[in-house]
């Protein structure tokens, strides 16, 4: 990890005096150079809503750098560079079709696809819609400069969710044109291709990125096609204001959907699909054949910020919007399409969002130190146009067939924040207080089937109470508290129990998060994290019934989280390095209820889990590598904890890159070459669940040993 050397004490005066366009963290050392040596860390800004050390935010933070993002990686998913966070949980499902399973402190491992119960943010735009999903594959890895995570109290001052923020930040464009060419290839057909340009003139600046994926899937049916594309502009509109422009692109289409399988079909095969037993006339087929299972996404939104600056204090301006369209095959049988409120096995839908975040920051001094004031206001919309149809036409299936959905739903929030942090001696405080309302309104237009035109209204009062201090130059300990309040998704209210219509009477899950946490510089390059926390939460919402991709939910009774996080990075002697991320959550039913005893964990949490790392690289940087591993504990599928859990397991992974910088005909170029090793011991394991399907199909693999190699070469003009 990256870190810039910071005089502590002269933070304060240091953001205020710093040129607009300058980053503090890069004025550090010539602050630091007098007085004695003080910790090192990296500056962040999720949590303060602006820059600030993590070292003094009495939060869990961490920073994944572009360093570790590019780490011998084809920056595909972002579980490539989340592995190493604690207490974040990040399950790649083989599936491109519902994208990656993101949990932190436990919250979103019920998400059936994309990530709810944590919020995305890439470039100060939301990657999550108002009602709390979202889509990690939206993130242009190859562009990101680093990884903010943010898990406990503080990340309730980001709204509707629970469990904790992921925010992106790609690099910004500077010094002459130049431009990159990046090449990988590996096992089961993977091949990625990705060129980007940039540069900084006077005071424009631009950065442009196009990638295309590809891959034959480690699952049967699992292939897939990405095309993604990203550009940046900013605009130094004078020394104390600056615009940024952002804009990107997804396409996916026909990415095909292996679908869960049996624990009885993982014994078997793991790379097989879920043979479908109602095939009399093809009995080896699976279901995700007979159906086509498959999913297209065309996604496109772009967005500007405005930065000024009034001497200490600052405006900050965003809006953004954009358009994404699906279209998804699922797997439903004929008979299972017989009820009359039964939306079909095909889901088209057209949404159109947009949303702004304005926010004034300004520090005056108070008593014998400086309060810090952040107030602002939220708020987005998204609207879909909704249609089902059967999945079926006579005896074919996998095709559209008749109109069986045909709907508007709207949902909206509006979100008054305040946030203030007063440093006094070696005390900082910091409170804060968020109003969040969220509205969703649905219209049906398919009316044959009755009228489900209906609304929800949520709203939450958050607040947050935090303090930190400074034991030592060396040592920081701090405690938190918040509420937080999570509502159903768009996709949780649709289905009432098993074919029912919408289900406007779920309630949004309330929660109370506790956390006490060390910061420690054990010497002058080894830091330590830790952090115990607790999170009770109220009528929190669970699975209800979930069969080929349809999925109802209800509010069950109390749930509580208890854990313990602790992050060590070290660099050592001779060019080594060491990073270790480890994790104890205790995630469990605290009542019982129908079904479910007290006690019982909560499905798709494992208990614990690990990441380690040893890395070395050459003093001039010219060879490096390292060896990984990753280890989880078991994980229920289901709240009864009846049904096979998946094993826990560990699994070890290598990398090796080389770069050279040559002279002659190819000076001016940079030339990198890697190569990784997944799962070296080709060890047979489940990577995530599905948690509650109502067939028992909860079961996703995780791809055997793999391999991958790259190149890139990179121009300076």
Same mark, same amino acid.
């Given at each position: 990890?990256?870190?810039?050397?910071?005089?502590?004490?002269?933070?304060?005066?240091?953001?205020?005096?710093?040129?607009?366009?300058?980053?503090?963290?890069?004025?550090?050392?010539?602050?630091?150079?007098?007085?004695?040596?003080?910790?090192?860390?990296?500056?962040?800004?999720?949590?303060?809503?602006? $820059?600030?050390?993590?070292?003094?935010?009495?939060?869990?933070?961490?920073?994944?750098? =572009?360093?570790?993002?590019?780490?011998?990686?084809?920056?595909?998913?972002?579980?490539?560079?989340?592995?190493?966070?604690?207490?974040?949980?990040?399950?790649?499902?083989? &599936?491109?079709?519902?994208?990656?399973?993101? #949990?932190?402190?436990?919250?979103?491992?019920?998400?059936?696809?994309?990530?709810?119960?944590?919020?995305?943010?890439?470039?100060?735009?939301?990657? +999550?819609?108002?009602?709390?999903?979202?889509?990690?594959?939206?993130?242009?890895?190859?562009?990101?400069?680093?990884?903010?995570?943010?898990?406990?109290?503080?990340?309730?001052?980001?709204?509707?969710? #629970?469990?904790?923020?992921?925010?992106?930040?790609?690099?910004?464009?500077?010094?002459?044109?130049?431009?990159?060419?990046?090449?990988?290839?590996?096992?089961?057909?993977?091949?990625?291709?990705?060129?980007?340009?940039?540069?900084?003139?006077?005071?424009?600046?631009?950065?442009?990125?196009?990638?295309?994926?590809?891959?034959?899937?480690?699952?049967?049916?699992?292939? =897939?096609?990405?095309?993604?594309?990203? =550009?940046?502009?900013?605009?130094?509109?004078? #020394?104390?204001?600056?615009?940024?422009?952002?804009?990107?692109?997804?396409?996916?289409?026909?990415?095909?959907?292996?679908?869960?399988?049996?624990?009885?079909?993982?014994?078997?095969?793991?790379?097989?699909?879920?043979?479908?037993?109602?095939?009399?006339?093809?009995?080896?087929?699976?279901?995700?054949?007979?159906?086509?299972?498959?999913?297209?996404?065309?996604?496109?939104?772009?967005?500007?910020?405005?930065?000024?600056?009034?001497?200490?204090?600052?405006?900050?301006?965003?809006?953004?919007?954009?358009?994404? $369209?699906?279209?998804?095959?699922?797997?439903?049988?004929?008979?299972?399409?017989?009820?009359?409120?039964?939306?079909?096995?095909?889901?088209?839908?057209?949404?159109?969002?947009?949303?702004?975040?304005?926010?004034?920051?300004?520090?005056?001094?108070?008593?014998?130190?400086?309060?810090?004031?952040?107030?602002?206001?939220?708020?987005?919309?998204?609207?879909?146009?909704?249609?089902?149809?059967?999945?079926?036409?006579?005896?074919?299936?996998?095709?559209?067939?008749?109109?069986?959905?045909?709907?508007?739903?709207?949902?909206?929030?509006?979100?008054?924040?305040?946030?203030?942090?007063?440093?006094?001696?070696?005390?900082?405080? +910091?409170?804060?207080?968020?109003?969040?309302?969220?509205?969703?309104?649905?219209?049906?237009?398919?009316?044959?089937?009755?009228?489900?035109?209906?609304?929800?209204?949520?709203?939450?009062?958050?607040?947050?109470?935090?303090?930190?201090?400074?034991?030592?130059?060396?040592?920081?300990?701090?405690?938190?508290?918040?509420?937080?309040?999570?509502?159903?998704?768009?996709?949780?209210? %649709?289905?009432?129990?098993?074919?029912?219509?919408? &289900?406007?009477?779920?309630?949004?899950?309330?929660?109370?998060?506790?956390?006490?946490?060390?910061?420690?510089?054990?010497?002058?390059?080894?830091?330590?994290?830790?952090?115990?926390?607790?999170?009770?939460?109220?009528?929190?919402?669970?699975?209800?019934?979930?069969?080929?991709?349809? +999925?109802?939910?209800?509010?069950?009774?109390?749930?509580?989280?208890?854990?313990?996080?602790?992050?060590?990075?070290?660099?050592?002697?001779?060019?080594?390095?060491?990073?270790?991320?480890? #994790?104890?959550?205790?995630?469990?039913?605290?009542?019982?209820?129908?079904?479910?005893?007290?006690?019982?964990?909560?499905?798709?949490?494992?208990?614990?889990?690990?990441?380690?790392?040893?890395?070395?690289?050459? +003093?001039?940087?010219?060879?490096?590598?390292?060896?990984?591993?990753?280890?989880?504990?078991?994980?229920?599928?289901?709240?009864?904890?009846?049904?096979?859990?998946?094993?826990?397991?560990?699994? %070890?992974?290598?990398?090796?890159?080389?770069?050279?910088?040559?002279?002659?005909?190819?000076?001016?170029?940079?030339?990198?070459?890697?190569?990784?090793?997944?799962?070296?011991?080709?060890?047979?394991?489940?990577?995530?669940?599905?948690?509650?399907?109502?067939?028992?199909?909860?079961?996703?693999?995780?791809?055997?040993?793999?391999?991958?190699?790259?190149?890139?070469?990179?121009?300076?003009?």
């Amino acid at each position: 990890m990256k870190r810039h050397v910071v005089r502590l004490n002269a933070v304060a005066a240091l953001f205020a005096a710093a040129p607009f366009g300058v980053h503090a963290a890069d004025t550090a050392p010539a602050a630091a150079a007098a007085d004695q040596p003080v910790p090192t860390s990296v500056v962040v800004v999720t949590g303060s809503r602006g $820059e600030h050390l993590s070292f003094d935010l009495p939060a869990a933070i961490d920073v994944v750098d =572009a360093d570790q993002i590019g780490a011998a990686q084809p920056r595909v998913n972002a579980s490539e560079a989340l592995a190493g966070v604690p207490g974040i949980v990040v399950q790649n499902r083989q &599936n491109y079709a519902q994208d990656l399973q993101i #949990s932190s402190r436990g919250f979103g491992a019920r998400s059936q696809f994309g990530v709810r119960g944590v919020r995305l943010i890439a470039d100060g735009i939301p990657a +999550t819609m108002p009602d709390g999903q979202g889509q990690a594959a939206t993130f242009d890895l190859d562009l990101a400069e680093r990884i903010e995570v943010l898990r406990g109290p503080f990340s309730t001052l980001y709204g509707n969710h #629970s469990g904790g923020v992921v925010q992106l930040f790609t690099r910004d464009p500077k010094g002459a044109p130049n431009v990159e060419f990046n090449l990988s290839g590996g096992s089961y057909g993977q091949r990625k291709l990705d060129v980007n340009a940039g540069g900084k003139e006077g005071r424009f600046g631009w950065l442009l990125d196009g990638s295309r994926f590809e891959t034959d899937g480690y699952r049967a049916h699992s292939a =897939a096609t990405r095309d993604q594309a990203y =550009a940046k502009l900013t605009f130094d509109v004078s #020394s104390t204001s600056k615009l940024t422009i952002v804009g990107g692109g997804l396409r996916q289409d026909d990415t095909q959907d292996p679908l869960g399988i049996s624990w009885a079909t993982f014994q078997r095969d793991p790379r097989a699909g879920e043979i479908d037993t109602t095939d009399t006339q093809n009995p080896q087929r699976t279901l995700a054949d007979r159906y086509n299972t498959r999913k297209s996404i065309d996604h496109q939104q772009a967005g500007l910020t405005w930065d000024q600056h009034f001497g200490s204090d600052r405006l900050r301006l965003t809006v953004y919007g954009g358009n994404r $369209e699906v279209i998804q095959y699922q797997s439903f049988s004929k008979a299972f399409q017989a009820p009359a409120t039964h939306s079909g096995g095909v889901v088209d839908f057209d949404r159109d969002f947009y949303g702004f975040d304005a926010n004034w920051t300004m520090t005056r001094p108070l008593g014998e130190g400086s309060l810090r004031t952040v107030v602002g206001l939220e708020g987005g919309k998204s609207t879909d146009d909704r249609t089902g149809y059967e999945n079926y036409v006579g005896d074919q299936f996998g095709v559209r067939g008749r109109l069986r959905r045909d709907e508007t739903d709207d949902v909206r929030n509006l979100d008054p924040y305040l946030q203030l942090e007063w440093e006094l001696g070696r005390w900082v405080f +910091t409170g804060g207080l968020r109003h969040s309302k969220v509205k969703f309104d649905v219209e049906d237009h398919f009316l044959s089937n009755g009228n489900d035109s209906g609304r929800a209204d949520y709203s939450h009062t958050t607040p947050l109470l935090g303090a930190l201090y400074k034991v030592t130059p060396t040592l920081n300990v701090y405690a938190s508290a918040a509420r937080g309040f999570e509502t159903p998704t768009l996709n949780e209210v %649709f289905y009432s129990g098993t074919a029912g219509g919408f &289900n406007y009477d779920l309630g949004a899950a309330t929660s109370t998060q506790l956390e006490v946490g060390a910061k420690a510089m054990l010497a002058e390059d080894v830091r330590l994290n830790a952090a115990l926390f607790q999170t009770r939460t109220q009528d929190e919402l669970v699975v209800d019934a979930s069969s080929g991709g349809r +999925t109802s939910y209800r509010n069950a009774s109390a749930t509580l989280r208890q854990g313990l996080e602790l992050s060590l990075d070290a660099k050592l002697r001779a060019g080594f390095s060491a990073r270790m991320a480890a #994790s104890y959550l205790r995630a469990i039913y605290d009542e019982a209820f129908t079904g479910v005893a007290e006690g019982n964990r909560l499905p798709g949490v494992p208990k614990t889990s690990l990441y380690g790392e040893l890395a070395w690289t050459e +003093t001039d940087g010219r060879f490096g590598g390292a060896l990984e591993t990753i280890a989880n504990g078991k994980v229920y599928p289901d709240d009864a904890n009846a049904a096979q859990p998946a094993p826990g397991y560990m699994i %070890f992974n290598a990398r090796v890159q080389a770069v050279q910088q040559p002279d002659g005909v190819l000076k001016g170029w940079r030339l990198r070459e890697y190569a990784r090793v997944n799962n070296l011991f080709d060890r047979n394991y489940i990577g995530s669940v599905i948690v509650g399907d109502t067939n028992r199909r909860y079961y996703e693999p995780a791809s055997g040993r793999n391999w991958m190699l790259g190149v890139s070469a990179a121009y300076q003009f």
